[in-house]
């Protein structure tokens, strides 16, 4: 029997999720969220703000030319607002839907609920002077650049760098890695470097070729919830997953001691022509393969997993001539049961920004850090 289906539409935001209840006081979020980035004011703009934050009940008592660092920090801490920010505001644009049916046959009994959630999320505006979010460097690696971003128009905490195409596999490919004047990108280019992308053909690769090169945010989420039951046997499953996502891996510092461990994936690198045309040569010191952040460390993230599956046994039938006790059930539950993906990493679902204290708006970043746990649960319970 089809019971329901739930579609809605979401819009809206700002960067972080924000909670305007601090201190029980809003005034002067508000204040900083109306006038965007306070050091962007000049001329009149500048009196204005100091005229709004003295009828909003700030407590000014400085010249109109004081300085503007010194303003920020007695309004913020006015408001103990250390960990507080006002970032930008973003749009998502999407809906959500949820399905469910149950239905019997016989003794058999069964239900379904799918639920999913499409979205599409851009950045509007960005509160600071040159309109980026940068994301922290030497993430990946020791010396390497900033990952993630957010600009107007793009999603947040996009994934920045440089794009490639493939590996150099051989020398005569390196004779041919050249700019429109014909010089070779690099000098010391060789068979098994990476081939970054000249975005601009101006036969340099350099800062100006970097850019969006993937998103950490899902398109769209899925949630499956089943439940099967016959007789005294139940059976009940858990189901989410994430889908038109990328993550950026990297298990270890490239810019380090060559003699630090490695992953099995190392069987995979350039060590002769048409070995691999992703991961490159090794060398015995640092070198811009890997310390230049380009798509080489990123993978697509979908997967669906089997967050819980439980199997039990309800002996009420059993124990229907006992009164003191009116339901008894047995059961075997199983989280994080397994993953369907094709990320080759520990945990395709990570959140990590690199530094989640001062950028909680970037995600998407695996270093390896622990992934969830499989648990096996026996249960017994009991209504007397």
Avoid at 97 to 125: E, H, P, Q
Avoid at 203 to 217: C, F, L, Q, T
Wanted: glycine fraction near 10%; aromatic fraction near 14%; proline fraction near 4%.
């Amino acid at each position: 029997m089809f019971s329901s289906l739930v579609v809605w539409l979401i819009v809206g935001g700002i960067i972080p999720y924000f909670n305007d209840k601090i201190d029980g006081n809003s005034n002067l979020m508000e204040l900083l969220y109306d006038e965007g980035n306070l050091y962007n004011l000049n001329g009149q703009e500048w009196v204005n703000f100091i005229d709004k934050a003295k009828q909003k009940g700030f407590a000014l008592n400085e010249p109109l030319q004081c300085n503007k660092t010194k303003v920020k920090n007695m309004l913020e801490y006015s408001l103990n607002l250390s960990t507080h920010r006002i970032y930008g505001d973003i749009e998502n644009k999407g809906f959500e839907f949820s399905v469910n049916w149950s239905d019997k046959i016989g003794g058999f009994k069964y239900g379904a609920t799918v639920s999913g959630a499409f979205n599409k999320n851009k950045v509007t505006r960005i509160a600071n002077a040159d309109g980026i979010l940068h994301g922290p460097s030497n993430v990946l690696s020791q010396g390497t650049g900033e990952i993630s971003r957010g600009m107007v128009g793009l999603p947040l905490g996009y994934f920045y760098g440089f794009r490639t195409a493939g590996i150099l596999q051989n020398q005569k490919e390196v004779d041919e890695y050249v700019g429109p004047n014909g010089q070779p990108y690099f000098p010391d280019q060789r068979p098994g470097d990476v081939r970054f992308v000249d975005q601009n053909n101006d036969g340099v690769i350099d800062e100006a070729d970097k850019g969006y090169i993937g998103n950490p945010n899902p398109d769209y989420e899925l949630g499956i919830q089943l439940n099967f039951e016959y007789k005294n046997v139940y059976l009940n499953t858990t189901m989410a997953g994430k889908f038109g996502m990328q993550v950026m891996q990297s298990y270890r510092s490239f810019a380090d001691s060559p003699a630090q461990n490695y992953t099995s994936d190392v069987f995979n690198r350039w060590h002769g022509e048409g070995t691999s045309d992703k991961m490159p040569r090794l060398g015995a010191s640092s070198n811009r393969n890997t310390q230049l952040v380009s798509d080489i460390f990123m993978q697509n993230a979908d997967y669906l997993r089997i967050n819980n599956l439980t199997v039990g046994y309800n002996f009420s039938e059993v124990l229907k001539d006992f009164k003191f006790i009116s339901n008894l059930k047995f059961y075997v539950a199983v989280n994080n049961l397994y993953t369907f993906t094709k990320y080759d990493g520990m945990d395709p679902e990570v959140r990590w920004s690199g530094d989640n204290t001062n950028t909680p708006w970037a995600s998407g970043i695996d270093l390896g850090l622990y992934p969830q746990a499989r648990t096996v649960m026996f249960g017994l319970s009991a209504d007397f």
